[in-house]
């Protein structure tokens, strides 16, 4: 073996080598610092390589809220298809409901106002703009009562309801005094009379139902009696009613009482009203009446203010005669009869029914009880002229469908449906574990994002709510959840409403109804993988870009491959994004994608705007 000291197979190396590697040297350096410099790619690829990879907490997003143009800064290889901008035409959007489209439908019923959403080769593939000068909203509760007139520029409302102190323009924004039709001396005053009937104080009220509400003053201020009410209006020629409702802050939806049943479960609200809504209920015997006693809890109450009740009062401002108003009310009181409802309070103008809470006590007049066995299957599916029975009882002091605890008690007590083994593969053991999973989540994306939980993220939605566990996590007044359920998963919609939150069904291959640019904060667990095989996800995410304001966040948690496609998508969103670990660590396949939508304007030039 030989020895390290060994010397006789050493060579002594030539001072030519030594300057051929000294000379290397030097060329990988000069390489290096023009690849560095911004001439060469070598450096911007890895930059790529690096942000894919990247999976942990990131601090360079930026959450905070701006009103100045942002600078979008393209990457030097775009991954994706570029999506531009609409031109401005399409400002406020709403795919399912357009007017030119509408006009083709049938009036009768109101079909025309109705959801019809574009055919495939219809559909939009651009961005929605916002329009020129939009800014954040103001934070809530001024929100309640501003809105900036940039965000919501029209104002046809502040005419045609001048006198009815619905909305008011001044200087650059709109000024909600909180009054309506029917309560000219505010929306206050109002719930206070319903308040001397309704035990509206106690939490036995949570969840209210607004039909055709105006711009939702009524559920502005019920929100401070910690009710939450779902309301909806049409989109007609009164312009932005529901736009003016979201930016506001109150939740709210397009939507009609036509032909299609509400998208709402049974046994959803714990209230319904109607403030002069111009809904017949009388006609096509009393169907829109059996639709709201379908989504009314048993035990539940019905308000209608407005025609025809005081008619002695208002006939010739109505201009209809005294024995037409009369036959009116005489035959929705015999409508309310049949349904098992108890006429509880007539004053002024205002009438409080109180539904039954079994059919114990019903004396039903030759009700015609509807067949179907699933009254939660309500889809696209025609509204019947049929009495939703009610679930059967075995006393006549037990309530049907099983009774709630008071608010917020009902939060995360075990829901009746599930209780009751009414929800396939959920018990009350897995709701509670569910509840749990769900605080840990949100506890992550709090630290994710330190705005959430603020009142900078005031309309929220959870795109897959499943048992609502998101939306109760985050429970507080400064903030709100649309639940929704896609009517490709499990129904879980009922159990959400026993909890005292609120939702709607909705299927993620259409537009949802609502307008551009009216949530702050969008969730979306498990979408992807659900919709998968459905449709395509640059559909999807194109409406989640409608819908969300610009600055607004989204935070996906989905399997790491459907991921990266959403991933290549929103990259020529305008959107910035960062890939994350899921909270157990990089093991685990399941992660979180997070999502910020860069602030930019439509211009005259059809596209995104950086001008004065």
């Given at each position: ?43 911007s ?31 030097s ?16 959007y ?16 109101m ?26 909203p ?30 008011q ?15 000219p ?16 104080a ?15 003053s ?15 209006a ?17 939740p ?43 989504v ?41 009869e ?44 025609k ?50 574990e ?84 009216t ?14 095989n ?6 999807i ?29 929103a ?5 910035n994004?960062?890939?994350m ?7 685990v ?7 910020v ?6 211009s ?9």
């Amino acid at each position: 073996m030989a020895s390290k000291h060994n010397t006789s197979g050493n060579r002594t190396r030539s001072p030519l080598s030594i300057f051929a590697v000294i000379g290397l040297c030097c060329f990988f350096y000069i390489l290096g610092a023009w690849q560095r410099s911004g001439f060469g790619k070598g450096d911007s690829i890895a930059l790529e390589v690096t942000k894919q990879t990247d999976c942990n907490i990131f601090t360079n997003l930026n959450f905070e809220t701006h009103h100045n143009d942002v600078e979008i800064v393209e990457h030097s290889k775009p991954k994706a298809v570029v999506f531009k901008p609409c031109d401005l035409k399409y400002t406020d959007y709403t795919p399912c409901q357009e007017q030119d489209h509408a006009m083709k439908f049938p009036r009768d019923n109101m079909i025309y106002r109705e959801r019809h959403c574009p055919a495939e080769e219809e559909k939009l593939h651009c961005l929605i703009p916002a329009p020129k000068g939009y800014m954040t909203p103001f934070e809530w509760p001024k929100s309640r009562d501003y809105v900036h007139y940039a965000n919501v520029p029209h104002k046809s409302l502040t005419v045609e309801k001048a006198v009815q102190n619905w909305v008011q323009f001044k200087g650059n924004v709109f000024k909600f005094p909180g009054g309506g039709t029917m309560f000219p001396q505010g929306a206050d005053a109002y719930i206070d009379e319903l308040a001397s009937v309704i035990p509206i104080a106690d939490g036995s009220v949570r969840t209210a139902l607004d039909t055709g509400c105006g711009v939702a003053s009524w559920g502005a201020y019920m929100m401070k009696r910690n009710v939450l009410a779902m309301s909806f209006a049409p989109r007609d020629n009164h312009e932005a009613q529901v736009q003016f409702a979201l930016e506001r802050g109150v939740p709210a939806v397009i939507g009609v009482l036509g032909s299609i049943k509400l998208p709402y479960p049974s046994r959803a609200f714990d209230m319904a009203q109607c403030s002069r809504c111009l809904i017949p209920w009388t006609a096509n015997d009393g169907m829109y009446l059996m639709e709201v006693d379908r989504v009314l809890r048993p035990g539940g109450y019905w308000v209608l203010s407005g025609p025809p009740i005081n008619w002695k009062t208002y006939y010739k401002t109505w201009k209809r005669s005294k024995e037409d108003l009369k036959a009116e009310q005489r035959k929705i009181e015999e409508l309310a009869e049949r349904l098992c409802w108890e006429k509880k309070y007539e004053k002024g103008d205002i009438a409080i029914f109180q539904k039954k809470v079994n059919d114990k006590s019903c004396l039903r007049k030759s009700a015609n009880i509807c067949e179907s066995r699933d009254a939660d299957d309500v889809w696209y599916k025609k509204m019947e002229t049929c009495v939703n029975p009610f679930p059967k009882v075995s006393s006549s002091s037990e309530v049907a469908g099983g009774e709630l605890k008071k608010y917020p008690a009902r939060l995360f007590a075990v829901p009746p449906r599930i209780a009751k083994g009414l929800v396939d593969g959920v018990s009350a053991e897995s709701y509670q574990e569910d509840n749990k999973l769900w605080k840990k989540h949100v506890n992550a994306y709090k630290r994710i994002n330190k705005l959430i939980g603020t009142a900078r993220y005031r309309n929220m939605m959870d795109m897959n709510a499943g048992l609502g566990g998101f939306a109760a996590s985050l429970e507080s007044p400064k903030s709100w959840v649309m639940n929704v359920v896609p009517t490709v998963a499990k129904n879980t919609l009922g159990v959400i409403y026993e909890r005292g939150l609120i939702g709607i069904y909705h299927d993620w291959c259409e537009g949802f109804s609502t307008y551009p640019r009216t949530y702050d904060f969008i969730h979306a667990n498990g979408v992807f993988s659900l919709y998968q095989n459905k449709c395509n996800f640059e559909d999807i995410l194109l409406e989640m870009d409608r819908i969300l304001r610009p600055e607004g966040a989204v935070i996906f948690r989905d399997d790491v491959d459907v991921l990266n496609k959403v991933r290549k998508i929103a990259g020529g969103m305008r959107w910035n994004t960062k890939m994350m670990d899921h909270e157990d660590g990089p093991l685990v396949p399941e992660k979180i994608l997070v999502a910020v939508k860069q602030y930019w304007v439509g211009s005259s030039g059809n596209s995104t705007s950086n001008d004065q």
